[in-house]
Structures are given as structure tokens and as C-alpha cells.
Nanobody, 121 residues
Framework: QVQLVESGGGLVQPGGSLRLSCAAS????????IHWFRQAPGKEREEVSC????????RYADSVKGRFTISRDNAKNTVYLQMNSLKPEDTAVYYC??????????????WGQGTQVTVSS
């Protein structure tokens, strides 16, 4: 049974940092891309980042480039999203999703339950 469990969200002040984790079970990370999405109240879900498993290549939304870093630890079957210099507009529920293939362009088919990130003073 495929499961994705996000953790690491919380309340942080502007300029602060958080590291989100996406723990996968029921499949091996080695063979799939992992995406991070977020959804703010009243807004559509947007992809924040993705890491492929072809060559470890990554991509980021323009809004988070230079501030967020995605990484994976295949031995722990976990993907991370390091978020630095957080802004109030980063406030959202963050979700990870399992890719259908090793690449980031082939869609996704399983989602975690999400973790809330709130950036506020």
C-alpha cells in the first residue's frame, strides 16, 4: 500500500526556516520522482518543486527559487524540502506526491495528507 506522510510544518516568523519531510512507504523511492505542492486558502494547488530519479535533477517554482531546496535520501525512503527565508505568502498546506515514473514530467498518482506551514509574525 502506497503511503506518503508529510511532517515538519508549523508556525514560523518571516525570514525563518523549516524543513519538511515526506516519508514514503509501499514503494521504493529509487524508481519515482517526488513532487512538492502547496495550496493556500482560496488558491489553486501549485507545484513548488520536484526531484527526479534519473539524474537527481530538480526544478522549482519561480516563487521559491533560491530559497527552497529539495533533496532525497533513498536509504530512508524520504524526500525533504528545506525552506529558508520564508515569507507570509509561503503560508499554505504542503503536500508531497509520488511521480508516475522517474521523471518530473510524467504526472503523479499518490498524495500525502499535507502539512500546514504558516509564516507570520
Amino acid at each position: 500500500q502506497v503511503q506518503l506522510v508529510e511532517s515538519g510544518g508549523g508556525l514560523v516568523q518571516p525570514g525563518g526556516s523549516l524543513r519538511l519531510s515526506c516519508a514514503a512507504s509501499g514503494f521504493t523511492l529509487d524508481y519515482y520522482a517526488i513532487h512538492w505542492f502547496r495550496q493556500a486558502p482560496g488558491k489553486e494547488r501549485e507545484e513548488v518543486s520536484c526531484i527526479s530519479n534519473t539524474d537527481g535533477s530538480t526544478r522549482y517554482a519561480d516563487s521559491v527559487k533560491g530559497r527552497f531546496t529539495i533533496s532525497r535520501d533513498n536509504a530512508k525512503n524520504t524526500v525533504y524540502l528545506q525552506m529558508n527565508s520564508l515569507k507570509p505568502e509561503d503560508t499554505a498546506v504542503y503536500y508531497c506526491a509520488k511521480g508516475i515514473t522517474v521523471g518530473c514530467d510524467d504526472g503523479y498518482n499518490y498524495w500525502g495528507q499535507g502539512t500546514q506551514v504558516t509564516v507570520s509574525s
